[in-house]
Structure formats: structure tokens, C-alpha cells
């Protein structure tokens, strides 16, 4: 039986990562797969995160099964920063569980959306490309709009069109900041009106919150997604900490769901434990605990913040000398300025990004997006003028 099955390329983003660590060019430049770097290029491990697990390793009696919500510690101590310290259960109608990962919570949540009966689910292009994946690995049909002009902004007549087409019972994926991969956010004015749109539609949202904290800050980030709750009777919301705590291999994700009222959330949850004990019976623990030990704990909260804030002020440094540049070739790069989070995509062709590659030593997707962490004082140059001699 094993034969009947066909080859598969490698999943193109991840392939970068081995790519760029064959290439032995010393002055190689990796802006491919999202995680952030410092100036000097590196990705370390978060101080709170090292303090925390410090405090794990001393503090953990038993590594016993904890069911398949994993740590509701962890899931609750995140939701005040995700949904506002007000009511952050929106009066009990909002509860969550641990997922492994960002992806295993989009995963889950559309799990969830086609057992529910949603067939069809909106979505703005580009996207990340494991949105399309995880939709035509589950059967639900992907139903596509343009998400940016060509001239780099929110394409809202696009969005208003697909919204006006959709119908009742079909769902809608949004960033939630952050774009993946365009960097193109919504406005708040944006938000208030996507917000009374997805209402008057009756689709059901799912919120891809993948890089609170990355864009213009932990409250900014969640504009969009608090606005629309608020508008709306149920949605989905699938969160990754993997990179606002910088725990990308260690899968630390929650799926949050809100229903209209306790009852449907307590039934909603019963389908999401099911389908997640047939799935991976039980998210890893590690470092969901870590992040739980952090914001259970004041000072390492604060030391976590902090550590966000120099990342959030990092990307925008990169973001800001690579707008004053102004031009490079015949790319524009004056957009990227106002763009949010790790990623832009640069209008190259597959040509372009080849020589990129081959000639310069610069790994960057082939949807021509960029990690603007991957840039530093170091390389920034260098990248300005192979981009410059490759569009020319
Ligand atoms: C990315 O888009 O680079 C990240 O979200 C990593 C991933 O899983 O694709």
C-alpha cells in the first residue's frame, strides 16, 4: 500500500532553514522562515523564559497526563492580555485550551468550524501558505479575496465584496496583526467596520493571533480582535506563543472559543477535548508551563515585556532605515515603514529571488516575502544594494 503514495516536495518555507545553513557564504543572509533575530543576529531564548524554566525544573513534582486542555493555568493566565483585563471571559462566554503550537490551533479551530458545518472559509491572499494547506487537509473549501493593492494597503473594497458574497454559515479567517506575510494590518477604522460587516454577514470569525506584541504592542495588537468580539455571538480564536515568548520549538499555542452562551461554550469545548485527544491526545507541557510561570509571577512579567519591547523596537529600527532608503532597483521600499511585525513582501520574481539567492546569498521565500529580523546594522546594506542589482 505504502507504493500508491506520491512524492511530496518539502514544505518550501521550512526548507529555506536548510538551505541557508548549507551555504557556507560567511556573509549569507537568512530572511526566510518567521523568527526573530537580535542585531547580531542571533535567536535566543527569552531571560524570563530561561528564569521560568529554571523555576519549572525545580518546582515540577510529576510529569503525569494532564488531559487533553492541557495546562489551564497557562491558558487562563494568557486570556486577560488577549481580551482585555476587563472581562477577559466576555461574562463566561469565552474559554480556552492548549494547543500545540499556533498551527495546532488553526488546525483545531477549523476542525471544529467543519464539525460545526461550516463548509466554506474566507480568506484574504497572500496568506500563509499552512492556512490553504490546513483547509484542503480538512475538506473545507477555501473561498479567496485579495487582502492588499498593489500599492501596498489594505484592498478593503476586496474584503467588502467577499463579506457581501459569503453567506451565513460560512466562516471567515482574519489576522488578527501582524500579517503573515504581507505586514499589511488593518486600521482600527478598519476593524470597526470589518467588525459591523462579519456581524451583519453572520459568519463565523476565526482570529489567527500569531504575533501579539510584535506590531505596535501587546493592547494595539488586540484592537482588531477585541473590536470584533464584541460585535459578534461566537468565533474562534487560535493564538501562538511561539513568538512573543520565543518558544518556537516548543509548540505553545491555545485555541480560545466564544459562544453565545455558557451551555453552547461548555459543548464547543467537549468537541474541541475530542477532537484533540484523537489528534495529539495532549499538547506538550513544557513550555506552556514556562509561559504560566511567567505571568503568574510579577517580575518576570515584566522582564517578559520587556524583552517583547526590545524586539517590537528592533523590527521597527529595521523597518524604518529600510523606508528611508527610499528605492532599491526598482522595489519600493518607503511601504515597509508602516507595515507591522516580522514580515513584508517585495514585488520580486521568481527570477529575482533565485539570483538573491544564488548570486548574493540571501534566503528569502519565494512569495517574495521578508524577515525583516533577519536584517541587522551588519547586513542591511549589503541586502539594499543585491536588491538594487537584482531589480535594476
Ligand atoms: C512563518 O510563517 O515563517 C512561521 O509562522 C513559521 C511557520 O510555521 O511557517
Not at 516548543?250 to 485527544?277: K, Q, T, W
Not at 513544557?286 to 515585556?305: C, F, N, Q, S, Y
Not at 526590545?310 to 532599491?328: D, F, N, Y
Request: glycine share 10%; with cysteine; proline share 5%.
Amino acid at each position: 500500500m505504502l507504493s500508491n503514495l506520491e512524492q511530496q516536495p518539502a514544505d518550501a518555507l521550512l526548507a529555506l532553514i536548510k538551505l541557508h545553513n548549507d551555504d557556507p557564504r560567511v556573509d549569507k543572509i537568512d530572511l526566510g522562515v518567521g523568527v526573530y533575530r537580535t542585531g547580531q543576529g542571533d535567536t535566543p531564548v527569552f531571560g524570563a523564559i530561561k528564569a521560568a524554566e529554571r523555576k519549572l525544573l525545580e518546582s515540577q513534582n510529576s510529569k503525569a497526563y494532564l488531559g487533553p486542555e492541557g495546562d489551564m493555568g497557562f491558558v487562563h493566565a494568557l486570556m486577560p492580555y488577549i481580551f482585555g483585563k476587563d472581562d477577559p471571559t466576555m461574562g463566561g462566554r469565552i474559554e480556552g485550551m492548549q494547543a500545540p503550537g499556533g498551527t495546532g490551533a488553526v488546525r483545531l479551530a477549523v476542525a471544529l468550524a467543519k464539525r460545526a458545518g461550516v463548509e466554506r472559509i474566507w480568506m484574504g491572499l497572500p496568506s500563509w501558505p499552512n492556512h490553504a494547506q490546513i483547509l484542503g487537509d480538512l475538506g473545507v473549501e477555501l473561498k479567496s479575496f485579495v487582502h492588499a493593492t498593489k500599492a501596498g494597503l489594505v484592498d478593503m473594497d476586496a474584503l467588502r465584496t467577499a463579506i457581501a458574497l459569503a453567506e451565513p454559515g460560512d466562516a471567515i479567517m482574519l489576522h488578527g496583526c501582524c500579517h503573515n506575510p504581507t505586514g499589511i494590518d488593518y486600521s482600527p477604522a478598519q476593524w470597526d467596520e470589518i467588525a459591523e460587516l462579519v456581524a451583519g454577514a453572520k459568519l463565523l470569525p476565526i482570529l489567527d493571533l500569531a504575533y501579539q506584541g510584535l506590531g505596535q504592542g501587546m493592547e494595539e495588537d488586540a484592537y482588531g480582535l477585541r473590536k470584533l468580539l464584541a460585535a459578534v455571538p461566537e468565533a474562534l480564536i487560535a493564538y501562538s506563543c511561539d513568538k512573543n515568548f520565543g518558544m518556537y520549538r516548543d509548540r505553545v499555542g491555545a485555541i480560545y472559543v466564544m459562544a453565545p452562551d455558557a451551555e453552547v461554550l461548555n459543548r464547543v469545548l467537549s468537541n474541541g477535548h475530542a477532537l484533540a485527544r484523537a489528534a495529539w491526545s495532549m499538547p506538550p507541557d513544557h513550555g506552556g508551563a514556562a509561559v504560566r510561570i511567567i505571568l503568574e509571577d510579577p517580575e518576570l512579567t515584566a522582564m517578559w515585556l520587556d524583552e517583547l519591547d526590545t524586539m517590537r523596537t528592533r523590527i521597527r529600527q529595521v523597518r524604518t532605515r529600510l523606508a528611508e532608503h527610499g528605492r532599491a532597483g526598482s522595489i519600493d521600499l518607503v511601504p515597509l515603514g508602516t507595515q507591522n511585525g516580522l514580515f513584508s513582501v517585495l514585488p520580486l520574481s521568481t527570477e529575482q529571488i533565485q539570483r538573491l539567492r544564488s548570486e548574493h546569498g540571501i534566503y528569502l521565500a519565494g512569495s517574495g516575502r521578508i524577515n525583516a529580523a533577519g536584517l541587522t546594522l551588519g547586513n542591511i546594506d549589503k541586502f539594499i544594494a543585491d536588491l538594487t542589482a537584482v531589480s535594476a
